[in-house]
């Protein structure tokens, strides 16, 4: 057999389609062009069509391109819009002219009803041309665009250039009439010259700053291993093993009752075989039976190209049809180079630690039950697709794919993923029934995008720094929105359109320009905090009323961050009556901050907690962190807690009872945090630092078992102060300057536990501390300078214990020391 079975019926599609093409008096067009091509007169583009590599499209003078208007649910990898699109991955020369201009336009004349001209990878030169009622007008994620002398209008975007490999040049040319004029995105570089852009009805240019993520590392593969076994058109019987290296030249299938067991360690790989010329490779396996493919952390299974130059597409899929009776499972492998890496039917399927990297769809399935967890899934064009099916979706990594996951009529569950980075969809969610919960969804262009929903919960999630918009509800109703952060999104938080739900409890603060963006919605808005969004907090735009009550809205008058009828007589009001005057306490979502985050208003951290490194987490003045009884702040990444005289910030804990009723903020590492103009009370340790370049400053640290504990550093403590707490400073191995401080009613003042060397102590208040000012460590075996200090009335040396009391640890140097007390006021962090 010569193709994979399921690609059986899309080759007969693509030979009925092209029969179609010679017969079509208007020159329809649809498909996969496998040969030069020009158009010419008045042609109709009833379904996707891709230019792929290696191909050229001309479109002379004065042709008109109707596109179809059909938004479908396909599963098709190569493309990516639910749109109509014109996908170009290999070369598109547009000839218009001034006289004789070519024209793209929608079937229904309408603004968003085709996907547009999408350049992926392939090089456009279009001159003298239209472009009109496209969701994009042109859209380039990789490739060169040359656009001269044309008009872009009507469009929902005129011109999307998206990622650093996406190089636009625009000359003469007119952007006008759309909803936006051009999106220049993660690191694009675009030349407008003398383009003129204007009249676009929301935004006429908007630059998102370049986020760089770390891409997943992968074992490399052991390329001198010789091939042991190599196969071409194969029916597997029974139970066969595969172990080495393996090379697949053709398909081979295990058929129902068989099974095919996949050992640690093994390579398999793929020739590419393309009969069609659609450039796509279509040599795999098919399982009918049943497949173990076991491997280890160490020794990861790999499927891949078998191709000396490895690329995505050489292959086609680890297909698994009618293979319900018992579950496959796919542990710690990597698929590369596919078309569709995993693709489902009617099956059963456990995917544990896998990675998937470089295919055209990393996942794909339909009818299935399907559980993903600890996964991998990065840098393919479309991450996962699944329909029909039930899902169990948890702890996976789906980064920079075009499309990161998208769900039709599904069953799903998904919980603690990260979806970072994608470059439209995060997470896409159509019709079924969810359960989304504890997810990070950030950087992405659009975050989740949710639609034609009824039942269902979107809870506890992190929806944040996405490029346009954090949440999107279009038709949706009967689903609970509760405790998300919706925070430093680029235009708006939320995006409703023809729904009702009820959002409750969330933290909507930081976006772009607003916290939510409401077309007409008949749900409940109650409950949430927001704070600090560009232009409004709500911006409606319908004439029907919404129900905001009982909401914070960061200290401002709701009447100037609402946008509503008393702005524009046209559109309804927001009814937003017994608003909060504090800060609604909001518990934090995530047990991790994995990119950088800004908390404000009232924030309970109800379980450990940790900031990842690489990320910074901002607190912002006047804002207070109260932790659940035993709970902490992990700092691996960076925080900066700078409050002001007149608005600090707050670390407590929930009960406020006493020490130790919380655990403590940890830095490690964590070079360049802040602190000052805080409070800290009621923990095991208020500040626990190890090798952190860390300042503390005008702050107050009371009512902790510890205050403040380092080691390394450097650290600087200025213009604080430690009080009611067992020990005030703990140091050891340490390199800091301690100065200007009120170190008082401790119990111990500061104990140096070993190598004080590095510590200068000069110009605090050191007295009253019940059991001693200083401390000096059995183990610390050199002395202390902690000259220029008040150590209260009388001897200072009553107060220390160094070496004089116990020979050979080292000493405390006080002498000079201060006569009376140096200044003390609010720049030590006390409140005036």
């Not at 979806?419 to 950030?442: F, P, Q, S, Y």
């Not at 902790?704 to 450097?714: A, C, H, I, T």
Request: glycine residues 12%; contains cysteine; proline residues 4%.
């Amino acid at each position: 057999m010569s193709m994979p079975l399921s690609r059986i019926a899309a080759s007969s599609l693509g030979l009925i389609l092209a029969l179609l093409l010679l017969a079509s008096p208007r020159g329809a067009s649809a498909g996969v062009l496998t040969a030069d091509t020009v158009w010419q007169g008045s042609v109709t583009v009833a379904e996707d069509l891709l230019v792929p590599e290696g191909v050229t499209l001309t479109v002379r003078a004065g042709t008109a391109v109707t596109v179809a208007a059909a938004e479908s649910t396909k599963t098709d990898p190569e493309y990516l819009s639910p749109l109509t699109e014109i996908t170009v991955r290999g070369t598109l020369v547009v000839e218009g002219t001034e006289k004789a201009p070519v024209l793209f336009s929608g079937e229904e004349k309408q603004g968003g009803s085709w996907a547009g001209i999408l350049l992926d990878g392939g090089t456009a030169t279009i001159r003298g041309c239209r472009i009109a009622h496209a969701d994009s007008g042109v859209s380039v994620a990789e490739g060169v665009l040359r656009l001269a002398g044309s008009t872009l209008r009507e469009n929902r975007y005129g011109l999307v250039a998206q990622g650093s490999k996406a190089r636009v040049t625009v000359a003469d040319s007119r952007i006008t009439d759309n909803d936006y004029g051009v999106f220049i995105l993660q690191g694009a570089r675009v030349d407008t010259g003398t383009t003129e852009v204007v009249r676009n009805r929301k935004k006429d240019t908007y630059t998102a700053p370049f986020r760089a993520y770390p891409q997943p590392k992968v074992t490399a593969v052991d390329e001198s291993t010789p091939v042991s076994r190599q196969y071409q058109n194969m029916v597997l019987l029974g139970e066969t093993v595969w172990q080495g290296r393996i090379e697949v030249d053709g398909t081979v299938r295990v058929p129902e009752g068989s099974r095919l067991v996949i050992l640690p360690g093994t390579v398999v790989e793929f020739t590419r075989r393309d009969t069609n010329g659609d450039g796509i490779g279509e040599n795999g396996i098919m399982i009918q039976g049943r497949l173990l493919a076991k491997g280890t952390p160490s020794q990861p299974i790999v499927f891949r190209s078998a191709q000396k130059e490895r690329r995505m597409g050489d292959w086609d899929a680890v297909n698994i049809m009618n293979s319900s009776a018992g579950q496959n499972l796919i542990e710690h492998c990597r698929v590369e180079h596919a078309y569709r890496g995993l693709h489902f039917h009617f099956s059963t399927v456990a995917i544990h630690s896998a990675t998937l990297v470089n295919n055209y769809r990393g996942i794909q399935f339909q009818e299935s039950v399907v559980t993903m967890r600890g996964n991998t899934i990065c840098g393919n064009k479309s991450g996962v697709q699944g329909r029909d099916s039930d899902v169990e979706m948890v702890d996976n990594l789906l980064c920079s794919n075009q499309v990161g996951g998208n769900f039709f009529r599904a069953a799903i569950t998904a919980r603690g993923n990260r979806i970072v980075a994608n470059g439209r969809e995060g997470l896409r969610l159509r019709e079924g029934t969810v359960t989304v919960r504890e997810n990070l969804v950030d950087g992405n262009r659009f975050g989740l995008m949710v639609a034609d929903l009824y039942l269902g919960e979107l809870n506890r999630n992190s929806i944040t720094n996405n490029t346009e918009t954090g949440l999107s509800l279009k038709n949706v109703d009967t689903i609970e929105i509760a405790g998300n952060v919706v925070a430093a999104n680029g235009l708006n938080g939320f995006n409703i359109q023809d729904s009702g739900a009820l959002i409750k409890a969330n933290l909507v603060s930081d976006n772009g320009e607003r916290g939510m963006g409401i077309q007409s919605f008949a749900g409940v808005i109650t409950g949430n905090n927001f704070v600090k969004n560009g232009l409004y907090a709500i911006d409606l735009d319908g004439s029907a009323d919404v129900s905001a009550r009982a909401n914070w809205w960061g200290g401002e008058n709701p009447e100037r961050v609402v946008f509503d009828r008393r702005d524009d007589p046209a559109l309804g009001r927001v009814h937003h009556d017994t608003a909060s005057a504090v800060p609604l306490p909001f518990v934090w979502p995530v047990q991790s901050v994995a990119t950088d985050a800004v908390w404000r208003g009232v924030i309970t951290v109800a379980a450990p907690t940790a900031v990842l490194p690489g990320a910074v987490l901002t607190v912002a003045p006047g804002t207070t962190v109260q932790f659940a009884n035993g709970m902490g702040l992990e700092v691996k990444g960076k925080l900066i807690a700078l409050g002001n005289r007149d608005s600090r910030i707050v670390f407590t804990s929930v009960e406020r009872k006493g020490a130790s009723d919380w655990n403590e903020i940890l830095l490690e590492y964590a070079t360049g945090s802040a602190i000052a103009h805080c409070l800290i009370e009621y923990a095991t340790w208020g500040i626990h630092s190890h090798f952190t370049d860390l300042s503390v400053a005008d702050s107050v640290i009371s009512n902790n078992y510890g205050g403040m504990r380092f080691r390394s550093g450097p650290v600087e403590i200025r213009r604080s102060t430690f009080r009611g707490n067992t020990i005030g400073i703990r140091s050891y191995i340490g390199n800091a300057l301690i100065a200007d401080n009120l170190i008082t009613e401790n119990e111990t003042g500061i104990f140096v536990r070993e190598k004080g060397g590095g510590l200068t102590v000069t110009g605090n208040t050191i007295s009253g501390n019940s059991g001693y000012n200083m401390r000096i460590g059995d183990f610390n075996d050199e002395d202390v300078n902690a000259r220029g200090n008040w150590w209260g009335d009388g001897d200072p040396g009553a107060t220390i214990f160094d070496g004089r009391q116990e020979p050979g640890i080292g000493m405390v140097l006080y002498e000079p020391y201060l006569s009376k007390p140096p200044s003390i006021g609010p720049g030590r962090g006390e409140a005036p």
